[in-house]
C-alpha cells in the first residue's frame, strides 16, 4: 500500500507539483527565519562570551556609547567587597573616518547588502583607561589583537596616554584600506574626525558587536571627541569570584537610582527574551503560510480524490476497508508533507548559504539539523492534517456511490 | 445446494422528492458451479440486483444469502471481508487502476495485507492463463479494450472466490474480443469451479446448460 499511495502522486504530476510548492514554501519560510533568529543570538553569544565582567552605566540607556556617570564613583566600586578591578570607559560614536561619515559610507554603497554591511558597521569609539584596563584578566580588546605575525602591532600601553594613537579591528583595517588600496596596518595613519591617529595594533574578536570599535586612550577620546576631562561613560568590573556579578548587581542597584549594572548573562537573557517574542510573531506569520499551503493540499487531494472516485470504488468491491482508503489518502497526504518538507528544507539551505555569502562578515543564518527537523515535522503534520478531510471523505462511500460516480 | 438466494428482495432508492423501487421483490436461486445470466432490457434492474448479491449495496427489504451468510445482517467491515475473500467482480468499464501494471492491477485485493511471493506467482499464473503473461509490467493505457478486461477477470479470479460476479463484460468490445473474454471467462469458471453470475443484453454467449434468470420493470419472470 506504501509504494501504491506514494505512486499515486504521480498519476497527477502537475498537481502533486503545486502542492509541494504550497507547502515547501511555508517550510522554506520557518526554516530561513528560525535560521536568521539562531543566527542573531549565536552573534550576542559570541559577543558575550569575550566579555565576562559586569558592565555598569546610566540606567535606561541602551548602550555605553549614551552613556554618562560621574567618574568618581569608581573609587566607591572599588570598595564594595568582593570587587577586583574597576575600569573606566568612555564611548561614543566615532566622528567620520578618514572624511568618510556613517551616512555617506551606507549611501555611497553600491549593493543593499554593502549600506546594510556599512551602517552594521558604523565605528564607534572607545577610550578606555589604560592603565586600569591592562589590569583586567577578560579585556576584550587585549585579547584580541592579531599575532605579531599576522601584523598585530602591540596594545595601548601607558605611553600612549593622551597621543593619538588607535587600535583598530582587522575589519576596518580592510574597510578603511590606504589610499594605494593595501589594507591598514600597524605604523599607517587614519584619520578619526579631524585628527590623524598611528595605528598601533590590529584586534580580532570575530563578533559583528565588537569589531567596529576604535580603541584608544580615554584622554585621547575625551580630546577628540571634545568631552570634559572627567567624562564617563562606563565602568567595566570584574569580580574576585565571577560567580558573584549577581551579587555586585543587587549592591550597585540599591545604592545608586541612576546606575545600571548589566552583567553579560542577564544581556544575553534578556536578548533571549526578546527573540523570543521576535519568535513567536515569525512563527504566527509563518503559521499563515502554513494554513494557506494547508488550503492548497486539501483542495489538491479534494480534486485528486474527486476524480479517482471510481477508482476508489474499485478498491473497495475488491475487499479494502473504509479504514484502509483512509490509510491510502493520508498516507499520500503524508508523502506530500513528508517531500515538501525535505524539498522547503533544501532551499532553505541553499538560501541561508547564498545569504551567508553576500553577507561574509556579518549575520550569519546557521540552520541547525535541530530547525531542519521542525521544519520537516512541521510540513509532514500539516500535509497530513490538510490530508485528513479528503480522507475521511473518499472513506465515507459505499462500494457502488462510488463505482458510479462520473468525475 | 444453492451457492446463491435472494428471498423477496427490494431495492429503491430516493430520487427527488419521491421514492424510485427499482426491485420489487426478486426471489431466485443459483445452485454452486453454475452460470447464470441475468438478462433484460436498460433500466431493469439486471445491475442493482448483481450488485446486491456482491455485498456492494444493501437492499430496501429481503435478504440475500450467499454460501449460507445472510448478507444483510453483516456490518461494513463484515461485507468487506466477504467482498474480499468471497466474490470477484467484473465490469464494464473493466476499472483497471490506471497507474498499476497487469500484475499490480492483479494483486490490488492483496495490497492492504502486503504482497508475498507467492501471491505475485499466483497472480503471474492468473495472467499467464488470460494470455497476458508477456504483458506483466504494461499499463492499461498500453493495452487495448480485450487485454484490459483481460486483466480484470484476472483480478476478480486471482483469490479463487465461490461467485463471480459479471456486469456486462463484454459491452464495450467489438463482437470477436467479447467472444475472446467470455471463451476465456468460461473456462476459467470451469476449471475452478466458481459460481458465475453475469449480466448482459447479449444472449449470444447463453448455452444450453447456464441458468437464465429474466427481469422487467423489476420483477423476475422466470
Known sequence: ?407 | MSMIETHDVTKSYRSGEGVMEILHGVSLSIPAGQCAFIVGPSGSGKSTLLHLIGAMDQPTKGRVVIDGQDLTKMTEPQKDLFRRDKIGIIFQAFNLVGNLTALENVLVPFLPRGITPELRDRAKAMLTKVGLGHRLTHRPIQMSGGEQQRVAIARALVKNPQVVLADEPTGQLDTRTGEDVFRILRELQRELGTTLVVVTHDRRFIQPQDLVLEIEDGLLKK
Open chain 1, 1 to 407: 500500500m506504501y509504494r501504491f499511495a506514494w505512486r499515486n502522486l504521480f498519476s497527477r504530476p502537475i498537481r502533486s507539483v503545486l502542492a509541494l510548492i504550497g507547502l515547501s514554501i511555508p517550510v522554506l519560510g520557518v526554516v530561513g527565519l528560525m535560521s536568521l533568529s539562531n543566527g542573531l543570538r549565536g552573534l550576542v553569544g559570541d559577543t558575550v562570551k569575550q566579555v565576562q565582567g559586569v558592565m555598569l552605566l546610566r540606567t535606561n540607556t541602551p548602550s555605553p556609547v549614551f552613556s554618562d556617570i560621574d567618574s568618581k564613583l569608581a573609587d566607591e566600586i572599588r570598595k564594595i567587597p568582593g570587587v577586583k578591578n574597576v575600569a573606566s570607559e568612555f564611548w561614543r560614536v566615532a566622528p567620520p573616518v578618514d572624511n568618510t561619515s556613517m551616512v555617506l559610507r551606507s549611501l555611497g554603497a553600491g549593493s543593499t547588502e554593502k549600506r546594510l554591511s556599512n551602517f552594521l558597521d558604523s565605528p564607534v569609539v572607545l577610550g578606555m583607561n589604560v592603565l586600569e584596563h591592562n589590569q583586567l584578566d577578560s579585556a576584550v580588546y587585549q585579547k584580541a589583537l592579531l599575532k605579531p605575525s599576522s601584523s598585530g602591532g602591540r596594545f595601548l600601553n601607558d605611553s600612549d596616554r593622551g597621543l593619538n594613537r588607535v587600535v583598530l579591528s582587522r575589519k576596518f583595517s580592510l574597510q578603511y584600506p590606504n589610499p594605494d588600496g593595501s589594507p591598514r596596518k600597524p605604523g599607517d595613519k587614519i584619520r578619526i574626525g579631524t585628527d590623524d591617529f598611528e595605528i598601533i595594533g590590529l584586534y580580532e574578536t570575530k563578533s559583528l558587536l565588537l569589531d567596529v570599535v576604535l580603541v584608544m586612550d580615554i584622554e585621547t577620546a575625551r580630546k577628540l571627541l571634545k568631552a570634559p576631562k572627567d567624562a564617563t561613560s562606563a565602568f567595566y568590573v570584574e569580580m574576585k569570584n565571577p560567580g558573584d556579578n549577581e551579587k555586585l548587581s543587587k549592591i550597585v542597584e540599591s545604592r545608586w537610582d541612576e546606575i545600571d549594572c548589566r552583567g553579560m548573562n542577564e544581556i544575553e537573557a534578556s536578548f533571549g527574551d526578546i527573540m523570543g517574542q521576535i519568535d513567536v510573531l515569525l512563527l504566527m506569520a509563518v503559521g499563515l503560510a502554513f494554513g494557506v499551503g494547508a488550503v492548497g493540499i486539501t483542495n489538491t487531494m479534494i480534486m485528486s480524490i474527486m476524480e479517482r472516485v471510481p477508482e476508489i470504488g474499485v478498491l473497495r468491491t475488491n475487499g479494502w476497508s473504509s479504514r484502509q482508503i483512509l490509510t491510502l489518502i493520508t498516507l499520500e497526504s503524508f508523502y506530500l508533507g513528508v517531500v515538501s518538507g525535505m524539498a522547503g528544507c533544501g532551499f532553505a539551505i541553499a538560501g541561508c548559504w547564498v545569504a551567508n555569502f553576500y553577507l561574509k562578515d556579518g549575520i550569519r543564518l546557521i540552520p541547525t539539523p535541530s530547525i531542519l527537523i521542525q521544519g520537516m515535522l512541521l510540513s509532514v503534520l500539516t500535509g497530513m492534517l490538510a490530508g485528513m478531510y479528503p480522507a475521511w471523505r473518499a472513506s465515507r462511500w459505499s462500494p457502488m456511490e462510488a463505482i458510479r460516480y462520473d468525475p
